[in-house]
């Protein structure tokens, strides 16, 4: 690009061409490397403290440590029994609410009739917290592996409802009339206007649906469970192995933020698909 310009601007233009094209770059890479700047400072904290006593290892394990129990994990095969267990109930419960989430919230955001009957009822109970349907679950299903899915997929549910139905109720009202226009059907008018339309809104509430699934995952593995990432956190904790539980937390933070930027690419690929 800077060789295109030289090649019409003046002289004293391709100066300034450099000069703002240089300060442009410099930007962008200041701000895709902000984000790193936090969890360099705390990794750099964590290793002078370990190196330099400032923190007891009993309280915070240096690095090398958790590493080698980590290593230890997965050279054992114990890490990728817990880590297939904690994805499989991740991906079922989070895809069955999701699926749920946006058929429920579709029809709300479609009829104003379903939706004065039934959303109120729904904001009502979405108020208790996620595990304050625990108690009352492992009395109906037990502790088997419906519990997890029940409490994963509800966390999921409900901001993909809210955002489904904040979507389609947001759909443009240049739109409908264009499709007014084009005598589009209804299934028409949901599937090429309001749907696309919503997408934004949707992904957003998909991200933050996978946010409290996979929280709700670890939490309902901290409580009722004998296998998963959850599980293994608090069997470190019980033999007071912090090593262990530090790297249990490494792979759920690890895990949590891949998945965020997928869902976050795969976002942005339908955005681009549909003003397309």
């Avoid at 114990?78 to 991906?91: G, Q, V, Y």
């Avoid at 919503?198 to 709700?216: C, E, H, Q």
Wanted: net charge positive; charged share 15%.
């Amino acid at each position: 690009m800077a060789n295109a310009l030289s090649r019409v601007l003046l002289p004293a233009d391709r100066f300034r061409a450099r000069k703002f094209l240089s300060s442009d770059a410099l930007h962008a890479i200041g701000w895709t490397a902000l984000p790193w700047l936090l969890p360099i400072a705390c990794a750099v904290s964590w290793v002078l403290g370990s190196r330099y006593g400032w923190i007891s290892a009993q309280v915070l394990p240096p690095p090398a440590l958790v590493f080698e129990t980590l290593g230890a994990l997965a050279k054992s095969g114990e890490l990728w029994m817990h880590l297939a267990a904690s994805t499989t109930r991740a991906a079922v419960g989070f895809g069955g609410g999701v699926v749920l989430g946006v058929l429920l919230g579709g029809l709300l955001g479609l009829s104003r009739t379903l939706e004065a009957y039934v959303l109120p009822s729904f904001n009502a109970i979405v108020q208790v917290p996620v595990l304050g349907w625990l108690p009352f679950l492992m009395i109906v299903v037990g502790i088997g592996e419906p519990l997890k899915y029940l409490l994963i997929g509800h966390a999921a549910l409900v901001p993909v409802t809210l955002s489904t139905l904040q979507g389609f109720r947001g759909t443009p009202r240049a739109l409908q009339e264009v499709a007014s226009v084009y005598r589009y059907s209804r299934w028409q008018v949901i599937t090429r206007v309001t749907l696309p339309a919503a997408i934004p809104v949707i992904g957003t509430g998909v991200r933050l649906a996978f946010t409290k699934a996979w929280l709700t995952l670890v939490v309902v593995e901290l409580v009722a469970s004998s296998e998963g990432l959850g599980y293994l956190i608090v069997y470190g904790r019980q033999l007071f192995q912090l090593d262990l539980v530090l790297a249990s937390v490494l792979i759920v933070g690890a895990i949590g933020c891949a998945a965020d930027r997928l869902l976050n690419a795969f976002e942005r690929k339908l955005q681009r698909g549909r003003v397309n």
